[in-house]
T-cell receptor, first 114, second 114 residues
């Protein structure tokens, strides 16, 4: 049981390049999330997927797209990277326990856009 | 605006000593309050979750308290160990909102020195 996995761990892009961050979970969770974490700020929600086949915008969706490929996988795409997207990106998934909605986080992808 | 503020921003303590981290929030009403531990280069890991009706929750050497009247929570670490060096993040889930609506604090960075 690997939990939530993310690839790659590190990435450097030039402004205008595109890339896709991959996330997978093996806990049979319905809901999955993408966050970004910047110095001095709390985690901010980019997009989420409440269940397979659905995606919705979070707090900071501009410049990003997502795909919920199947129940296990949720990818985040940067079509034209900008320096403002330099950040650490975390994927998370939700326990089915509706009382707490405990979230489990992946190890993160550190992205630098030059 | 829903906010979660944590203090201090950073803290250094000697191994074996106790410490207390603070969390003040303006989220109201709220469903639950969580404390996460985030090791450097890793994703956050849940330590405790308390519903609005709970006053205290323990997880080994970690004890969280909640005062819903003053909108304050604290995380007390007993007999600190070097492995406690990490960032500790307070997260509040508002009530009557979507399950994805979490409000994150910016964290307290703790360094336990030998």
């Amino acid at each position: 049981n690997a939990g939530v996995t993310q690839t790659p761990k590190f990435q450097v892009l030039k402004t205008g390049q595109s890339m896709t961050l991959q996330c997978a979970q093996d806990m049979n969770h319905n809901s999955m999330y993408w966050y970004r974490q910047d110095p001095g700020m709390g985690l901010r929600l980019i997009y989420y997927s409440a269940s397979e086949g659905t995606t919705d915008k979070g707090e900071v969706p501009n410049g990003y797209n997502v795909s919920r490929l199947n129940k296990r996988e949720f990818s985040l795409r940067l079509e034209s990277a900008a320096p403002s997207q330099t950040s650490v990106y975390f994927c998370a998934s939700n326990t089915p326990d509706r009382a707490t909605y405990e979230q489990y986080f992946g190890p993160g992808t550190r992205l630098t856009v030059t | 605006k829903n906010q979660v503020e944590q203090s201090p921003q950073s803290l250094i303590i000697l191994e074996g000593k106790n410490c207390t981290l603070q969390c003040n929030y303006t989220v109201s009403p709220f469903s639950n309050l969580r404390w996460y531990k985030q090791d450097t280069g890793r994703g956050p890991v849940s330590l405790t979750i308390m519903t609005f009706s709970e006053n205290t929750k323990s997880n080994g050497r970690y004890t969280a308290t909640l005062d819903a009247d003053t909108k304050q929570s604290s995380l007390h670490i007993t007999a600190s160990q070097l492995s406690d060096s990490a960032s500790y993040i307070c997260v509040v889930r508002p009530m009557n909102t979507g399950f994805q609506k979490l409000v994150f604090g910016t964290g307290t960075r703790l360094l336990v020195s030998p």
